[in-house]
């Protein structure tokens, strides 16, 4: 298990990285680059989520960013289910400003899957 950094949740931030790509980021773009300021590799790896934990204070900013973020088309539920099946989960023992990386969070692609 390795503890790090939290990545920047709070809405500036996210934001800012819409602005970046001309404002075509979407909330499942935002999970996306979370993970990889924590270290994942799409073309090498998988996520298993289960095994990423984030303080419960860190984990609500996150989400109520996402909600804030989403376009008028993308319905909350929509967005709690997607953080409920994708996103980190919460544990009471993550210090604040801190993700847990459990052992088996990244789950190596084989590499006669891997995309060219």
């Given at each position: 298990?390795?503890?790090?950094?939290?990545?920047?949740?709070?809405?500036?931030?996210?934001?800012?990285?819409?602005?970046?790509?001309?404002?075509?980021?979407?909330?499942?773009?935002?999970?996306?680059?979370?993970?990889?300021?924590?270290?994942?590799?799409?073309?090498?790896?998988?996520?298993?989520?289960?095994?990423?934990?984030?303080?419960?204070?860190?984990?609500?900013?996150?989400?109520?960013?996402?909600?804030?973020?989403?376009?008028?088309?993308?319905?909350?539920?929509?967005?709690?289910?997607?953080?409920?099946?994708?996103?980190?989960?919460?544990?009471?023992?993550?210090?604040?400003?801190k993700?847990w990386?459990?052992?088996?969070?990244?789950?190596?692609?084989?590499?006669?899957?891997?995309?060219?």
């Open positions: 298990m390795k503890l790090v950094k939290c990545p920047a949740i709070d809405l500036d931030t996210m934001l800012a990285r819409i602005a970046e790509s001309d404002g075509m980021k979407i909330c499942s773009d935002i999970l996306i680059d979370f993970y990889k300021d924590l270290g994942w590799s799409p073309e090498t790896h998988e996520i298993e989520p289960v095994n990423i934990k984030m303080n419960p204070v860190d984990q609500s900013l996150f989400c109520d960013n996402m909600l804030k973020l989403a376009s008028p088309d993308i319905s909350a539920t929509e967005i709690n289910i997607m953080l409920l099946m994708k996103g980190p989960s919460s544990e009471e023992r993550v210090p604040k400003g993700v990386l459990k052992d088996g969070w990244l789950i190596a692609i084989p590499e006669s899957s891997q995309t060219a």
